[in-house]
């Protein structure tokens, strides 16, 4: 079974200022994604930004990029020129690698909730 | 496109009763995933559909069931409801399995007096 461990249960950062969220996994699995999202008040889930596990190079989506480290089984991400936007629960979730019979599942961590202050 | 739709988005239920949630997933999606999220456990996975078919399960009771029809729109039902069910229930669909990229609906929230 697969684990997600997300140490940091609040944070806070300045507007316009960059912030890192930490994530941790335990898998014996070789092919997987991992996955941030972001879930405002409006509790709306919605994708921040994926990595494919057998990708070195890490992923990046405008403001948003992680710090992939797989053999420390590690995935933090970090969000560059916060903004009051950006305010949010973050998840960090693991999926192995779907196929036709074997399905696909997210697995969670517990959560960050990120508070960008003006 | 139209997002994921979920209905109802509020519901409030007695113990003891049972409920039906609704999931219509993205034009040309075939998986549909259920969660259950609270503040006490998080976000758990309760079960995925995909062509009418549940692929996956969580460990949650058998009070918990789905189904998939054949235009991929999904329901789940919770019988003998117990007030520990209160919760948002999240519904999330995928292509497939090959790409798991999963679009969230914007959940049910289910309050059980």
């Known amino acids: 079974a697969q684990t997600v461990t997300q140490s940091q249960p609040e944070m806070s950062v300045q507007e316009a200022e960059t912030v890192t969220l930490s994530c941790t996994y335990d898998t014996s699995e070789n092919n997987y994604y991992l996955f941030w999202y972001k879930q405002p008040p409006s509790r709306q889930m919605i994708l921040v930004i994926r990595?494919?596990?057998?990708?070195?190079q890490n992923a990046t989506e405008n403001r948003f990029s992680v710090n992939f480290q797989k053999a420390a089984k590690s995935f933090s991400l970090k969000i560059s020129d916060s903004q009051l936007g950006d305010t949010a629960m973050y998840f960090c979730a693991f999926m192995k690698q779907g196929g036709e019979t074997s399905g696909s599942r997210l697995t969670f961590g517990e959560g960050t909730q990120l508070t960008v202050n003006p | 496109k139209a997002g994921v739709t979920q209905t109802p988005r509020y519901l409030i239920k007695t113990r003891g009763q049972q409920v039906t949630l609704s999931c219509s997933p993205i034009?040309?999606?075939?998986?549909v995933s259920w969660y259950q999220q609270t503040p006490g456990q998080g976000l758990q996975f309760l079960f995925e559909?995909?062509?009418?078919?549940?692929?996956n399960k969580g460990n949650f009771p058998g009070r918990f069931s789905g189904r998939q029809f054949s235009n991929s729109r999904s329901e789940m039902n919770v019988s003998t409801l117990e007030l520990g069910d209160s919760a948002l229930y999240l519904c999330?669909?995928?292509?497939?399995?090959?790409?798991?990229?999963?679009?969230f609906g914007p959940g049910t929230r289910l309050t059980v007096l």
């Open positions: 990595q494919e596990a057998y990708k070195q």
């Open positions: 559909y995909f062509s009418e078919t549940q692929r």
């Open positions: 999330a669909s995928s292509l497939d399995s090959y790409y798991n990229e999963q679009f």
């Open positions: 034009s040309g999606h075939r998986s």
